[in-house]
């Protein structure tokens, strides 16, 4: 019975130390990513082009970061991180940003992840034209570049993954008007298909640009707290 009774406070201790050594495995692995899209083009229209072809919105199981600086868990849900408050962010740079007449904000997102998890994040942002397709002042050629929900100008996805270089993967989906030539033609809506990436190294700033907006993104380590 002794022996029993050892046995088992050993295997607690041993369990209790591996628990410890992943959680502390896990904290050493967070990083905080930062992230700024705008537009510099603040046009919902595009020029008409008889061979334009829509890129169909393909739907990916993905996270909503409702609450900046939350931290991504294993069942892919962004919960409140304790150590918030101790973290630096793009604020400063969204107010700037927003002082300009000639762009318009469309996202800010911030969350905290593991480095080797790979985590897609949302993005949707920009006009809405959910309204104009139910009042049938827009036409959609073509179903299948919508998505659920609100269908606004830009959707997509973001993730940052460690391999042999830190990497981020964007995924974006630009929707605007087109009208045909003709006084009693009709607007369509159109979808072009964006993929961005970018090698990037911990405590910079990037800029990545497209003709009708740009996005600041940044990807910091977490301290050990």
Avoid at 89 to 113: A, C, P
Wanted: charged fraction near 30%.
């Amino acid at each position: 019975m002794r022996y029993f009774k050892i046995t088992n406070f050993l295997l607690l201790i041993l369990f209790s130390s591996f628990l410890y050594a992943e959680e502390k495995n896990d904290r050493e692995n967070l990083y905080q990513i930062k992230l700024i899209m705008f537009s510099h083009d603040l046009s919902n229209y595009i020029d008409y082009d008889e061979n334009y072809i829509n890129d169909k919105f393909e739907n990916i199981n993905s996270v909503e970061i409702k609450k900046n600086n939350c931290l991504i868990n294993n069942d892919n849900d962004c919960i409140k991180y304790d150590y918030d408050y101790k973290l630096e962010n793009f604020n400063d740079y969204k107010d700037k940003l927003i002082k300009n007449d000639e762009i318009k904000v469309l996202s800010h997102l911030e969350w905290i992840q593991n480095i080797n998890s790979k985590n897609i994040i949302k993005i949707k942002s920009g006009y809405d034209y959910s309204q104009e397709i139910i009042d049938e002042k827009i036409l959609i050629n073509d179903i299948d570049i919508l998505s659920s929900g609100k269908i606004s100008k830009y959707e997509g996805y973001v993730s940052v993954t460690k391999k042999k270089f830190y990497e981020i993967n964007i995924t974006l989906y630009e929707r605007k008007k087109m009208k045909p030539p003709g006084f009693f033609s009709e607007e369509f809506l159109t979808s072009k298909k964006y993929h961005l990436f970018q090698k990037i190294k911990l405590n910079k700033i990037y800029y990545i640009d497209r003709d009708n907006f740009g996005i600041l993104i940044s990807l910091n380590k977490i301290p050990n707290n």
